[in-house]
């Protein structure tokens, strides 16, 4: 029986923490005995919990997952390094690309385990963490370990990253989720793209459609990317923007532009109250000001009515923008209702009984 599962991806923010949850909850409720863990943890500054010496170093994804999947401690799996320029250097510098003696004991850890699967997450390509000996295609070999790739769909230039996987995994591809997808393609994906691709010999196990809410961005993770004052209502930065807009057109314009927007953050001059007050009535999260000035009195009452964050910054709207246009899409999945509507995804679209099968995990033999 196997004793790990890996899920890996060819490119960085594919989902796969939000496939980890979905087929987490699966095999839970299958009766299968689950741990999990990254064996390389990334470089995490929105960690808050201080690391004490001889702690188990524990990615906060992995303490994410656990959670939310009531895993207790003792079977969430510690990361072996954490991949950042300072560990890449001291490597580099080293010359040593291998995974040290941590990674003999983790494969005694799964070998002598008493949990029916360890699920582990790799790092976010094919490549990414071979400078420590951990990369998805050194992990499978070294842990022979099946594979399940997340992997984003766009049109079907996207195989190429999928040809590769299979060139390097070889039969430990155990499958794909195409993830990301239009949500009006999905159902032409799954008559022609599905079968075509396995034909190729690439099982696929879901085709999951874009999720707005997926890849939005806490108004809580903007203000603190962006290094912003939060002028009003801190008590809601826990809301989720999805979008993007710039107040930089007259009034009746941006009236009309908003009210096509949803869950938006909208970005304008600390001086334009009438493009503030207009998005105030919209589906806005927060309010980001840009340029000197304070907002007036009067903004502030209305965004407090209306449970709205203001947040100032200090740079010009241009930075602002590229700011939060870097993050949208590209933010871990922390946020409890998140987290709840990727399960729900997960079980909505995709189908991992082959994958059990091969497994021959005993709650499904």
């Known amino acids: 029986m196997p004793t790990a599962l890996l899920i890996g991806s060819c490119e960085p923010f594919s989902g796969k923490s939000a496939v980890v949850l979905g087929l987490g909850r699966q095999l839970l409720r299958l009766g299968v005995g689950l741990s999990f863990g990254k064996p390389l943890a990334s470089d995490c500054d929105d960690d808050q919990r201080v690391q004490q010496p001889g702690d188990p170093l524990l990615d906060p994804d992995v303490r994410f997952v656990g959670s939310t999947l009531g895993l207790p401690e003792s079977q969430l799996i510690p990361s072996l390094h954490t991949i950042n320029a300072d560990t890449a250097h001291d490597r580099l510098l080293a010359g040593d690309l291998a ?86 393609q999905v159902s032409l994906l799954r008559q022609e793209v599905v079968p075509a691709l396995e034909r190729l010999g690439i099982k696929v196990f879901g085709v999951m459609p874009r999720s707005p809410m997926l890849r939005s961005i806490s108004v809580e993770e903007l203000a603190r990317r962006l290094g912003a004052r939060v002028l009003c209502c801190s008590e809601q930065l826990n809301l989720l923007v999805e979008t993007l807009s710039i107040g930089a057109m007259n009034v009746n314009s941006a009236m009309e532009f908003f009210r096509r927007r949803r869950n938006m953050a909208v970005i304008t001059g600390a001086d334009r109250t009438d493009i503030q007050l207009a998005a105030l009535e919209a589906s806005t999260q927060c309010l980001i000001l840009t340029g000197v000035g304070e907002p007036l009195p009067q903004l502030l009452n209305r965004a407090e009515e209306l449970e709205v964050p203001v947040l100032k910054v200090d740079h010009d709207t241009l930075t602002t923008v590229e700011v939060i246009e870097a993050a949208i899409g590209h933010v871990r999945l922390h946020e409890p209702v998140k987290a709840t509507y990727a399960i729900r995804l997960v079980a909505e679209h995709c189908r991992f009984d082959s994958l059990f099968e091969r497994l021959k995990l005993p709650a499904v033999v």
Do not use: C, M, T
Request: charged share 20%; aromatic share 4%.
């Open 99 to 184: 995974p040290g003696a941590g990674f003999e004991a983790l494969k005694q850890r799964l070998r002598q385990g008493a949990d029916d699967l360890a699920l582990l997450e790799a790092a976010g390509s094919l490549s990414e963490g071979q400078l420590y000996g951990l990369s998805l295609v050194q992990l499978a070999r070294g842990l022979e370990a099946p594979v399940v790739l997340v992997h984003p769909w766009k049109d079907s230039r996207s195989v190429d990253g999928l040809l590769e996987a299979r060139s390097q995994l070889g039969d430990g591809l155990a499958g794909v989720v195409l993830n990301i997808a239009e949500p009006d």
